[in-house]
């Protein structure tokens, strides 16, 4: 498949490399590639993991090098919320290997970096992310670093050094956690690569396969898909997806995004009821859900003209409805972290009519979280 990058900012093209992550322009880049050619019967015989979708990925047709990187991640349960609900689907995405869809994005961003020649990666992360690449990236055989903040759940930090990464913890910000490793990447050395999930457009190349899987589910596009939203890995992701699968007239049209925040860091849900293209800063507040506490999200304009290009809108919850809803989701069977918990919250001052067929994901095992469930 062609590809290069492509700045957002100022749409100068560059060869896919190992150690560019971002125009000199200060412009983040985005993949210029070919529109993929979708052929769902083909899906059909290929194994039951993302790779069966490796024609529509950023790859040769007979790259390898993802078979040194899977743990067998993707083809996650698609289910009713509850017997009442039936039009109302959660996307089971914490079964994945290391207990969140970000494994989606990790494992073709470590295929590609495999791919390039990486013998060692760096990646910031407010958690779920740096497990991801650190397993991946042991898997493939690559050295890690991982970037992260001190208030980040201990046993997320368990899990990237029980997968042999080194871990560096950063007091303040995300913001503050990511500069440290963009300072770190400034200076790679020979086989480094800075493993991204927010500045490197092959990680959403992965998480536009949630998109996909959808669709094989139902058969269908739903009408509407709530996402939590804080760098936009998954909102974008999906938005891509769907914009391929309409590319491709396999759907009718794309679903509507609903975007969600936690009141106390909602940068993007200000922006949106204001009309403004992009975001002013949060400063000085958290939440709960931590891996959408993300006062300055690098890809804000295209978080924001995704969703409303799709017609979508934005949320906002506060921590006792976070709270309320990860109780009730465990008491429907499912344990989630908070960020999980605040679709569900979400779902319930959604506006819609019981015919609308709807998909919430849940992005994250309970079983990480640092918070006990709420009772």
Sequence with gaps: MRQSYICHSCHTTYPV?????????????DLDKQMPLLHPTAWKS???TLW???DALPFEKDAKSWQNVTLGEGDTPLLPVSADKPNVYVKVDYLMPTLSFKDRGAAVLIAKALELGATSVIADSSGNAGTAVSAYAARAGIACEVFCSNTVSP???AQMAAYNATVHTIAGTREDVARAAQQKA????EGGFYASHVYNPYFYEGTKTYAYEIYEQLGEAPDTVIVPVGNGTLLLGAYYGFSELLANRLI????????VQAQQCAPLAHAF???EPSITPTLGQTTIAEGIAIAAPPRATQ???AVRNTDGTFITVSEEQIARARSALAKQGFDVEPTSAATYAAFHLYRHCETETIVIPLCGSGTKASEHIAT
Excluded: Y
Aim: include cysteine.
């Design 52 to 54: 069966r979708f490796l």
């Design 17 to 29: 490399s190992r150690d560019l992550w971002k125009c000199p322009c200060g412009g983040l880049l």
């Design 303 to 305: 978080i924001l003209e």
């Design 186 to 189: 400034a200076n790679l050395e």
């Design 252 to 259: 009718g049209k794309c679903p509507k995004i609903v975007a």
């Design 273 to 275: 009821a204001t009309g």
């Design 155 to 157: 046993k997320k930090q």
């Design 46 to 48: 290929g194994p039951p």
